[in-house]
């Protein structure tokens, strides 16, 4: 490689994408770093997983912290995470995944809930459309929003999946695996 290869490499300004594969007792998920910042958490299958192609090379270095956080909140051990991520979307979708961050462990809010909050009562749709974008689920909990009357909607793992994780919070230290389907 040149020097001039090089140097042109050092000021590409396009975001450099790489993710790994993680085993969990909900199933195979698919992480997703951006410039070393975790962007994606996908389960396998997934709504709306962008194309594999644009998940970048495999290569596990990045996602040391996020492996170690994920691994503890299956144990029971972890009930808030602390991680820098990426997250592309719309202001009004990061809007919504900010107020997902704050709803605790264990606890449900509707999408009513998270509209009012956010100013706007009539807004329950559009919470709804970008709670399903989410691109990191889990660690942004978009699982802890329910309809308003408490009835499980849907989840981009499934709502199998948001069932289970609702029950293995409200269960604590019970394993994942113990009320998954």
């Not at 389960?43 to 994920?70: C, I, K, N, W, Y």
């Amino acid at each position: 490689m040149t020097s001039t290869t090089r140097a042109h490499q050092s000021r590409d300004p396009r975001p450099r994408n790489h993710h790994t594969l993680l085993d969990s007792p909900y199933g195979e998920l698919t992480l997703v770093a951006t410039d070393g910042r975790l962007s994606g958490l996908y389960m396998s299958p997934h709504r709306h997983r962008p194309a594999q192609e644009t998940f970048g090379e495999r290569d596990a270095t990045p996602f040391t912290e996020v492996t170690a956080q994920l691994r503890a909140y299956f144990a029971g051990e972890l009930t808030t995470f602390d991680l820098p991520l990426h997250l592309e979307g719309t202001p009004f979708q990061r809007k919504v995944w900010e107020l997902l961050t704050r709803i605790p462990y264990g606890e449900t809010r509707s999408y009513g809930d998270l509209a009012r909050e956010l100013g706007n009562a009539g807004a329950s749709r559009a919470v709804g459309l970008a709670n399903g974008r989410n691109p990191v689920s889990v660690i942004v909990p978009c699982h802890r929003v329910v309809g308003a009357d408490g009835s499980l909607t849907g989840y981009g793992g499934g709502v199998e999946r948001k069932r289970a994780l609702l029950a293995f919070e409200r269960q604590g230290a019970a394993s994942p695996a113990d009320v998954l389907f």
